[in-house]
C-alpha cells in the first residue's frame, strides 16, 4: 500500500495511535468486565452500609425517641442503670451514644449464657425502650462489604484487590474516553438505551472521580494494614480487675464520668468500654479536637472502682500511620459529618454501583449491534455472561459464599 500525504510515514502514526487507544479499550473494558459480579455486589454492599444505622432505625422500633424529648447530654448513668436492670446476671460490653437526635442510646450486652444483644434506653429519660439482636443491617452489611463474612484474614485481602482493578479502570478511562475534562455538562441522551447508557457511564464517572480515587486509596490502605502494616496499638492502662457486680458498675459509672469531664469538659462521649475480666476500667471514647478520627482515638481510662483517672489519651497526639489508620473509616463510609455526609456518601456510592452495572450492559449491547441481535434482556444478559469468560465462576462464587455465611454471623453472637 502506498502512503498518501506529506511524509512516507505519516500514515504510521495514527494507525499506532489507534492501535494503543484500543489496547487502553480492552484493558479497560476487561477489568470492568470479568469481576463486575463481585465488584457490583461489594459496591452495592458498601453503599448500602453507609447508612446501616438508618436502616436499623426503621428495622427496629425500639431505636425511635421523639427528638423533641431528647436532651442537649446523654445521661450515661441512667443508660446504665437500665441496662443492668435489664440483663441480670450478665454484664455490659459498652454503651453507645444515639447515631443522631432520634436516636435511643444503645447498650451492648452478654447475656449469662455468653449471647450478644443490644438494649435501647431514651438517652435522656433512661426508659427502657426494647431489646435487639446483636446481628442487624449494620453487622450484616459492614461484614459482607469488608470481608464476605469469610474470616478477616482471607475476606479483606480479597475484597480490596478489587480496588487493584478499579485503578486500572479509572487510569483507562482517562484514555478511552478523549477530552473528558469537557463532558462535565453534557446531558444524557436519551436517543437510544445504548445512547443513554453510555451517556450515564461516562457522566456519572466523571462526577464520580474524586469519590472513586478515595474508595481506592482506602481499599488500598485496608489492604495494607491487613497483609503487613499493622497500625500500631493505641495507649491503654493496666488497671486491676474489679470485684463489683454489674448493678454496683453502673452505679460506680457516675463518678468516673464526672473525673471524665473535669479532665477533660470538651469530649464528646460517643461510647464507654466496661470493665471487663482483665481490666477493672471503664474506658470513655468520642471526639474532641482531633479530626477525622475514630472514637477510641480519643479516651480517657478510669478506675471503676474509684472513679479516678489513669489515662488521658489525644487523637491529635497519633503518629502518622495511626492518623491515616484512623481517618480511612470515617473517609470510606463518610461518617464524618452525620447523616449529611452519609447521604452524600450514598448518592455517589449508587453512581459507583451504576458505573459497574452500565459498563457491563454497554458491553452486551454493543455486542448485540454488532451481531444484528434485538437489544433485549435475555440476549445482553446471555452476551454478558458469556464476555465474563471462565472469570465469572469465581466471582459468582464469591458472592455466593458470603450469602451463604450469612448464618456464622448469628453463631458468633
Known amino acids: ?223 495494607a494494614e491487613e497483609l503487613a502494616f499493622p497500625a500500631p496499638p493505641h495507649p491503654s492502662a493496666k488497671i486491676e480487675p474489679t470485684t463489683q457486680t454489674l448493678a454496683a458498675q453502673a452505679e460506680a459509672l457516675s463518678a468516673s464520668y464526672r473525673s471524665v469531664l473535669a479532665t477533660n469538659p470538651d469530649l464528646r462521649v460517643e461510647r464507654i468500654m466496661f470493665p471487663t475480666d482483665k481490666s477493672g476500667a471503664f474506658v470513655f471514647q468520642g471526639q474532641d479536637d482531633a479530626i477525622l478520627v475514630r472514637a477510641r482515638a480519643n479516651a480517657v481510662w478510669t478506675e471503676a472502682q474509684t472513679g479516678a483517672v489513669r489515662l488521658v489519651a489525644d487523637g491529635r497526639n497519633l503518629n502518622l500511620h495511626q492518623r491515616i489508620s484512623e481517618a480511612a473509616d470515617p473517609l470510606h463510609f463518610g461518617t464524618f459529618g452525620g447523616l449529611a455526609t452519609k447521604l452524600v456518601w450514598f448518592v455517589f456510592g449508587l453512581a459507583l454501583t451504576g458505573l459497574s452495572i452500565s459498563g457491563v450492559a454497554i458491553y452486551a449491547l454493543r455486542l448485540l449491534r454488532a451481531e444484528r441481535q434485538p437489544k433485549r434482556w435475555g440476549p445482553a444478559l446471555a452476551v454478558s455472561w458469556r464476555g465474563m469468560g471462565p472469570w465469572r465462576w469465581p466471582a459468582l462464587g464469591l458472592v455466593i459464599l458470603g450469602l451463604a455465611l450469612i448464618p456464622t454471623v448469628f453463631s458468633q453472637a
Not at 190 to 211: E, I, K, P, Q, V
Open 1 to 223: 500500500m502506498v502512503a498518501l500525504g506529506p511524509a512516507a510515514d505519516g500514515p504510521a502514526r495514527p494507525a499506532s495511535r489507534k492501535k494503543a487507544s484500543r489496547i487502553w479499550w480492552e484493558v479497560h473494558q476487561w477489568v470492568g468486565l470479568k469481576f463486575s459480579i463481585l465488584l457490583s455486589f461489594i459496591l452495592l454492599t458498601g453503599t448500602l452500609a453507609t447508612l446501616s444505622h438508618e436502616i436499623d432505625w426503621l428495622l427496629r422500633p425500639a431505636m425511635r425517641v421523639d427528638p423533641a424529648t431528647v436532651g442537649a447530654q446523654v445521661d450515661w448513668p441512667a443508660v446504665a442503670r437500665t441496662a443492668a436492670a435489664e440483663i441480670g446476671d450478665g454484664r455490659i460490653i459498652s454503651l453507645e451514644a444515639p447515631v443522631d437526635r432520634w436516636f435511643a442510646a444503645a447498650a451492648m450486652v452478654e447475656a449469662a449464657d455468653g449471647s450478644l444483644s443490644f438494649v435501647y434506653v431514651h438517652p435522656t429519660t433512661g426508659a427502657f425502650q426494647g431489646h435487639g439482636h446483636w446481628v442487624g443491617a449494620q453487622r450484616i452489611l459492614r461484614n459482607m462489604h469488608r470481608h464476605l463474612m469469610m474470616p478477616v484474614a482471607i475476606g479483606v485481602p480479597i475484597v480490596t484487590s478489587l480496588a487493584v482493578l478499579m485503578a486500572i479502570s479509572l487510569v483507562t478511562s482517562f484514555v478511552v474516553y478523549k477530552k473528558w475534562w469537557r463532558g462535565f455538562l453534557k446531558p444524557i441522551r436519551f436517543n437510544d438505551l445504548r445512547t443513554g447508557l453510555g451517556d450515564f457511564h461516562r457522566l456519572a464517572g466523571l462526577w464520580s472521580l474524586w469519590f472513586v480515587t478515595l474508595m481506592i486509596l482506602t481499599s488500598l490502605w485496608y489492604m
